[in-house]
């Protein structure tokens, strides 16, 4: 695949090359997506039987893109007689105005041809290389091409037509084409996605019911977005910018789930993961919380409505179970897969009633939060009644679906994340260190809504002492004495896997370390084996799996080091908090703004740019929510009551840094801060904040 | 000629009363077919309290499908949200209110789930 040019719209998107062309193969994931199913898998243009050269890509905005192109492919010379424009926009499928001017003195006629064609293939299909059962139909109906698939009860349909004059055969629409001299013919075509999960039995392209064009919702306005987030003003101008790329690409990634239209939760990423995630789209909810808070209520209100209600072993669905993914595509229509929606996470349900209580915190939306009371209890009850698969109070995952379902259950799914400090693996079901701290934090911000809102004291003193006792055991059981630092996770038989890993950041955030083991805890995630200059590596240097470029055992992940800089100021370790800001927001410049899912875990003075990992998820949104939560922290917002309170600790490479009108249960209040945390700066290839030298370990 | 199990219906509206869809009020329709033949049954939400009759106003939301759908569905056999991205049920009007429902659809017959008694409570 070459260079892909994205545009998407809610979980609608099309990926194409830099001339506009679709030309997928089974595993490649270019094309017309929605509801994780490809709607148009060929999409190429020739005039006179000759592809087209691109001259200019011009990303207008994330749902609309420009190609400038020019006929012949000649790599040395190009006879730009002709000129081509194709701007698409993204709604309900696609529209395209294709124009093409004339620059000559003489007239032309052309043969313009646009083939069209579609695998219907299932994104699962996409990524594990899987043949089709159904059977493909292709028609001419009323001028328009329809391209089909059925299998059994299972229709999906895109239907292809164009403004102008066309003859349509079952593999193109073609146009005879005379354009006069420096004059220019132009028609639109409309790649309507017909037939799809949700309106079986319309028959009409969605947008052609309100509008000519397809164009994405306009409840998702830009501007609106944009105006009723915090302004952000900075003398650092990387700030601002990795600020405005973080709020559009969220922009871009909000998904409204069919069940609440016009309502907008963030989804996990583009292109694989474009729909509603248990543990994904509460992070990003927490992280966005000070800036755009109804992505939380969203968050709520949806994983809610989905809620484990039964027992199925299929999804791993249990009572009170918060949803790990919802898909829509061919093999979960079929239950080949589990994702109808699937509950094989164990983190998404504490992090409900987390997210439920920070929500309060800053909107002070007490009406939600009664809404959802049995929700919220319903998850509390799940963590002790089906969670504690060791029969020791903690919880842990062990799935019941063999086949398709998931065998990490926590944030590192990967199969070598969690680790013996030698690189054994424990065996299931395995209780990780950070889910515990989960489900503390829970317990105690349960009790605290249970007193506020539901009026349940009794429920809330109950809660409160089952948080002491978790809090009490897991220092004792989780704690690596010879390390001083809390072990990965603990196995059924209380052996502890011993692995330094960045969890141990999440436990500060949580509240579930014992204050006098935090300094130790901050102190080895500042340290040369975990902190890289960029920011802290999933597992430490040392341990028998670290590698800098394995996903969970080595990389950077800038979601990971957000939460790791909530905790240690949630423990007062300011400058750490800092420090880790800086690192992440340095590396941020190198990408824009747009900070990747996971950089290698190299040291930062080792390969002076971060190196990102090789992945094709890009905007991921608790990535793009990562510099949210990360001004959070340096500027020490915390809701107290009606009011916000600011107290920064800012690198001092930011000179000043003033976030205006910042929502909340106040209003809007305005929050300043100046650089004084010194980060050892030192000159380099271009401004940043710094390098930080990891504090030198005491042993 | 196939008809729905009313014992179905019945033992949803049982679960319902055990445990109420939260917040939810409204008329769901489920038009179930058999062969050119349509059987109506309304299932009006009451503070989240289903109650199942053979006729009704105007429904909120309907879901259609044939009889064998959903007695599958009705009976944990099948899933819901399956079915319908499968074509083999259609969801028309307030889908947030279908959303609501399907969580009293019962679960796969044989589910162990992994109830753990409680630890917490176990020692209080």
Redesign the interface.
Known sequence: MSADVKILDGNTFVVSDESGDIEASLTDPTGLFSFDTRFLSRWILTIDGQRLNPLSVDDLQYFETRFFLVPGTGTVYIDAKLSVIRQRAVGGGFHEELTILNHDDKPVDLTVRVEAGCDFADLFEVKDDLKKQGEYYTSVDNGRLVLGYRH????RETWVSATEACAVDEGALTFAVHVEPHEQWSTDLHVAIARD?TG??SGRPKYERKTKKARPNMELSLDKWLDDAPSLDCDWDSLKRTYRRSLVDLAALRFSP????GHYLPAAGLPWFMTMFGRDSIFTSLQALPFASELARTTLAALG???G???????D???GRILHEMR???M????ERPH??YYGSVDATPLYVVLLDEYERWTGDAKLVR?????ARAAL?WI??????Q???YIAYQR?NEKTGLENQCWKDSWDSISYRDGRLPGFPRATCELQGYAYDAKVRGARLARTVWRDPAFAE?LE??AA??KRRFNRDFWVEDGEYYAIAVEADGSKVDALASNNGHLLWSGIVDKSKAKAVARHLMSPAMYSGWGVRTLAEGQGRYNPIGYHVGTIWPYDNSFIAWGLRRYGFKEEAARIAAGILDAAEFFEGRLPEAFGGYERELTKYPVQYPTSCSPQAWSTGAPLLLLRTMLGLEPSGDDLIVNPALPAGIGRLELLDIPGRWGRRDAFGRGRVDVKSRPRRRAQLGVIKPERKKT | MAKLDKGLLEALAERSRERPITAFNGVVRFDVRDGERVEEWYLTIAKGVVSVSRKGGEPDSVLAGDVATFEAVLSGRANAMAALLRGALDAQGRIVLLTALQRLFPGSPGAEGSPTAGYARRQS
């Open positions: 059994e009860t299972y229709v999960a079986t039995t069919p069940s609440l239209p409505l989905w809620q209600s039964r027992h199925d072993d299929f999804r669905e249990d009572p829509f595509g061919e979960t229509a079929f239950e109808s929606p809404a959802l009371e049995t929700h009850a002790d009644d089906y969670a504690d698969l029969g020791n109070g019941r109950r002492k089952e006792d978790l």
